[in-house]
């Protein structure tokens, strides 16, 4: 049974619009999430984090919102841009961030058109 | 030069054969990590070690092995290959400690398995 979901499986938005993707997640004993991006070819590299003591962390156009009683995470990009056309994946761990044994969903495919 | 290198990056092979997947890194992490992306299913995270002398089985460890030779190198074997073992794998490494979720991943090795 999926522990991180993401039901989206793509997403297109306007160039300078808002890009929203979502995540929701079952196991009520993750306590540090994570957003990782992926071009074709290339290997996820991480892109923002978020504890579960924090309800919002913004990193320049990156923001991740965690509401813990719904169990969901979303990632706002705002403005969107060509460049950020890519897979995103969100990620999991109950080890507060402390070790990379993370539980990933199956990704979102942003497409950011000009 | 990438910091997290796989070799091979694309491999054919039979049902049976033994394949060996290697990765070796630059960024003096002690942790090193490898996942398997299936399409449609995210990463599910195989094995991992925290140093040389401790490996770890993660969610998909049957018919994997690994062998971690020194800090900067760990490898993954597949004993005895099957079709569906078939999947894009992702050695990825980490530092100790809080920020340890956030995971360098080399390029990514394509295995497939005839």
């Known amino acids: 049974d999926q522990q991180v979901k993401q039901n989206s499986p793509s997403l297109s938005v306007q160039e300078g619009r808002i890009s929203i993707l979502n995540c929701d997640y079952t196991n009520s004993m993750f306590d540090y999430f994570l957003w990782y991006k992926k071009y074709p070819a290339e290997g996820p590299t991480f892109l923002i984090s978020?504890?579960?003591?924090?309800d919002k962390n913004e990193d320049g156009r990156f923001t991740v919102f965690l509401n813990k009683s719904a169990k969901h995470l979303s990632l706002h990009i705002v403005p969107s841009q060509p460049g950020d056309s890519a897979v995103y994946f969100c990620a999991a761990s109950n080890y507060g961030g402390s070790q990379g044994n993370l539980i990933f969903g199956k990704g979102t495919k942003l497409s950011v058109k000009p | 030069d990438a910091d997290v290198t796989q070799t091979p990056r694309n491999r054919i092979t039979k049902t049976g054969k033994r394949i060996m997947l290697e990765c070796s890194q630059t960024k003096g992490h002690d942790r090193m990590y490898w996942y398997r992306q299936d399409p449609g299913l995210g990463l599910r995270l195989i094995y991992y070690?925290?140093?040389?002398?401790?490996?770890n089985k993660g969610e998909i460890s049957d018919g994997y092995s690994v062998s971690r030779q020194a800090q900067a190198k760990f490898s993954l074997s597949l004993e005895s290959a099957i079709p569906n073992q078939t999947a894009l794998y992702f050695c990825a490494t980490s530092q100790k400690g809080q920020g340890a979720g956030e995971l360098f991943f080399g390029e990514g090795s394509r295995l497939t398995v005839l």
């Open positions: 978020i504890s579960s003591i924090k």
């Open positions: 070690s925290f140093d040389v002398k401790d490996i």
